[in-house]
């Protein structure tokens, strides 16, 4: 049986950082497994390659969320990184940290040593911010480009609307509170996806002290008088074990890792009882206190061209395709958002409360059997959408059966809480007074129904609850705080009523952030490992 100082569980974003930073004084060696296989795929390199991973079954996990009252009782598709890399490998590579504020929330809600100028030194230790001209500022691994020299100019319409408003245009979120409208930063580097794959993994993988295995199924923790010694994995068929001789982590997402921690015992009592596992620890707080984004897209066609003019037609693909082989730019090289921000839908509010995106294209999914197809429309367009930046209801994910091959039941309560409601509202108020600047005016031909224009509240709720989607940011299904009758880790990440076992992933953020998840559990990854190796 194969003995190492620490096992990391999932190859994800928060993973493959984890990796790098335990390996990297050289005195510890690390195991880290990964049920799906290698990320050496043109598709994720290549940041267009988003609309064909969204469905791959070689590299997603492809869950469906149960039907859910608060979407009209919807079934939601939740893609997942079921590759090296993780979801950031299959991501729209969007780089945002989330509002100081955000932080500020997790420490007074008792999460010690996580507010804002405790994360911060974290986020600036993984970035390396690249301008225009591919100067980079900083030395961290992780490229983060600023592309604003290559999005659209269909994008110069929203700004004008923006200035119409009075919104301020941010030149430089990352150095900023990040309030107002900008270019989206995104992960690539040289026109590729950089995921922590990318950046942490790669570099680490020559190190002598850091096994990868991939294929590798795990399905639990095993325990030696309460301490977590061993691992139980499937790979080719064969069901394997390792052991920590320090502690196991847990790195395999929102979705996954609270059903490693309940097919090890550690989870609500009754679940375990039904499925005939044996209760190490009961916590009912392992699967539950779910968060996710909700966002929704308006439609309309546009009087000058767009992205579908050129991404439409088989030589605008073929030309971009070329373009791309050979400069590593254009709109295969950028990510499907182009520009957004982060607004105050009422000046009253204490700090920013919705998330806007501008896209200059338009597109329909088709399914032809088991293949889903993504096409750019055949005219011009545009969307327009908004996200609700701090939802409060809370939902759950547990495991359907003991069989780690069996996907888990999802259950996202979605739009449950009064403040959500009004936050929709408030989020489709904004975007109406988006649509009605004179600027936004000009570059509308017509709204493709249902046309938001004409909307009353119950209106804008309605159509939400019909056709709203996730944007793929589950946390907290493993929250971290000081109670452990409200939390599953403490604020070192370490599981409570074990030991030698911790999580450290997106399912450990006490709340949501504002924004994109990737950077933050990727802070998290990078702080939980000077956590690990300087014990406090
Ligand atoms: C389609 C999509 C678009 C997104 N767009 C953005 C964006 O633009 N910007 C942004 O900031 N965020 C975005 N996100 C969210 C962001 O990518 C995630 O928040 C982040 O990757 C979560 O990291 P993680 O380490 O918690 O989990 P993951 O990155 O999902 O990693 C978990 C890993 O564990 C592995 N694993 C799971 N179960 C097991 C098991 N039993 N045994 C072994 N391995 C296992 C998985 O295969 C996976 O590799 C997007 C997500 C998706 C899916």
Redesign the pocket.
């Given at each position: 049986m194969d003995e190492f100082d620490f096992i990391v569980?999932?190859?994800?974003?928060?993973?493959c950082v984890l990796a790098d930073r335990l390996t990297e004084n050289g005195r510890y060696s690390v195991l880290l497994?990964?049920?799906?296989g290698s990320d050496m795929n043109p598709w994720i390199k290549m940041p267009a390659g988003y609309g064909k991973t969204?469905y791959d079954p070689a590299v997603n996990?492809r869950f469906e969320a149960e039907p859910d009252p608060g979407t009209g009782g919807r079934k939601s598709y939740w893609?997942?990184?079921?590759?090296?890399?993780?979801?950031?490998s299959?991501?729209?590579?969007?780089?945002?940290r989330g509002l100081p504020g955000d932080f500020d929330d997790w420490r007074d809600a008792g999460a010690t040593g996580w507010g804002w100028d405790d994360v911060r030194p974290h986020f600036e230790a993984i970035e390396r911010p690249v301008d225009t001209m591919g100067r980079a500022r900083g030395a961290g691994p992780l490229a983060v480009r600023d592309v604003s020299d290559q999005i659209h100019r269909a994008n110069r319409h929203f700004f004008a609307a923006g200035g119409e408003l009075g919104v301020p245009i941010n030149d430089d979120y990352l150095e900023s509170t990040a309030e107002g409208i900008f270019v989206y930063r995104i992960n690539t580097s040289k026109g590729m996806r950089c995921s922590s794959a990318d950046a942490f993994l790669r570099p680490a993988l020559k190190r002598r002290n850091l096994k990868l295995v991939t294929r590798?199924?795990?399905n639990r923790v095993l325990f030696e008088n309460g301490r977590a010694a061993r691992i139980e994995?499937s790979r080719g068929g064969q069901t394997v074990s390792a052991r920590a001789r320090r502690e196991i982590v847990l790195?395999?997402?929102?979705v996954?890792s609270p059903g490693?921690l309940q097919r090890s015992g550690i989870g609500p009592g009754r679940l375990l009882q039904d499925m005939g596992l044996p209760v190490i620890h009961e916590n009912a707080n392992v699967g539950g206190n779910l968060q996710d984004h909700l966002a929704i897209s308006y439609y309309y066609k546009a009087t000058e061209p767009t992205l579908n003019n050129v991404l439409s037609p088989w030589w605008g693909k073929a030309l971009c395709g070329l373009r791309y082989v050979l400069t590593r730019k254009g709109p295969l090289s950028l990510?499907v958002?182009q520009s957004g921000g982060f607004l105050r839908s009422d000046p009253g509010r204490a700090r920013p409360d919705q998330q806007i995106y501008f896209n200059p294209v338009t597109y329909t999914t088709t399914r032809a059997g088991t293949r889903t197809v993504i096409n750019p429309d055949p005219f011009p367009g545009f969307i327009i959408s908004f996200q609700p930046a701090r939802p409060t209801s809370r939902g759950r994910i547990d495991i359907r059966s003991p069989n780690?091959a069996d996907a888990p039941a999802i259950r996202p309560n979605y739009l449950a809480t009064d403040q959500d409601c009004r936050d929709v509202v408030a989020g489709g108020r904004l975007i109406q007074s988006f649509v009605r600047t004179a600027a936004m005016r000009r570059l509308i031909q017509e709204a493709m129904p249902p046309d938001l224009a004409g909307m009353d509240d119950a209106g804008i709720l309605a159509d939400f609850r019909e056709r709203c989607g996730t944007?793929?940011?589950p946390v907290s299904t493993c929250a971290m705080g000081p109670d452990p009758t409200r939390a599953v880790v403490d604020p070192l990440l370490r599981v409570f009523g074990v030991e030698g076992l911790r999580v450290v992933?997106?399912?450990v953020f006490p709340n949501v952030t504002s924004g994109?998840?990737?950077?933050p559990?990727m802070m998290v990854a990078h702080r939980a490992a000077a956590m690990i190796l300087k014990p406090s």
């Open positions: 569980v999932g190859a994800g974003s928060a993973g497994l990964e049920a799906g969204f996990w893609p997942r990184g079921k590759v090296v890399g993780g979801s950031g299959i991501n729209a590579l969007v780089y945002f590798a199924l795990v994995y790195s395999a997402g929102s996954s490693i990510s958002n780690p944007v793929y940011h992933d997106a399912s994109n998840t990737n950077a559990t």
